[in-house]
């Protein structure tokens, strides 16, 4: 939790100067490079997790890792992050930066999964819902497969969660049944 509430200041920092210094394209796509490489390597999450080995070193891994891919103000932040101790909360800064990104461009971003790929008029239709339940302007729609829903989709925005599959409909009327508020009277 309290890695999370770092995550979230140094973001906000690091956006905040991006705007002001008119690099926030370039820092956001930095951002998704960091969130990619952070969610795809267990071993990289670990290591700056890891109190024993020493920050320099830590630096020097991150160094090796992103120089040349990513702007010169990310590697600064880095050196920043390592000088203060906050490595460990790489992990969670590149979420946290999307995420405000996200809300500052008024994007919101939902995710839905159904049994088979959705038709561009099924897309667009999900995207008009989202986007009269949100108010806001912009959708960023991702698409999982989930064949075990039989039918339908389960469409998550936020914390709320819409399930119109068959597989969910099923667990529901199988949950009402087995409510059988059914009492014989013998008159």
Do not use: C, W
């Not at 999900?126 to 991702?142: A, H, N, R, Y």
């Not at 409909?169 to 059914?182: C, E, I, K």
């Amino acid at each position: 939790m309290a890695d999370q509430r770092v995550a979230a200041r140094y973001a906000k920092s690091l956006l905040d100067l991006a705007q002001e210094m008119g690099t926030l394209p370039t820092i956001k796509q930095d951002m998704d490079l960091l969130a990619n490489t952070m969610a795809g390597s267990r071993d990289l999450r670990l290591l700056l997790r890891n109190p024993i080995v020493k920050h320099d070193k830590k630096l020097n891994i991150l160094t090796a890792i992103f120089q040349g891919k990513v702007s010169d103000m990310l590697m600064r932040f880095f050196q920043i992050l390592t000088s203060k101790n906050r490595e460990d909360a790489l992990e969670f800064i590149g979420d946290e930066f999307l995420m405000q990104y996200n809300a500052l461009m008024g994007v919101q971003v939902a995710e839905v999964t159904s049994a088979t790929p959705l038709t561009p008029a099924t897309r667009a239709e999900i995207e008009k819902m989202v986007k009269q339940q949100t108010g806001l302007k912009d959708v960023s729609l991702t698409e999982k497969i989930d064949v075990s829903l039989i039918g339908g989709f389960v469409l998550r925005v936020g914390d709320q969660q819409i399930d119109d599959s068959v597989k969910g409909n099923l667990r529901r009327l199988r949950t009402a049944l087995t409510d059988n508020t059914y009492q014989p009277s013998l008159n």
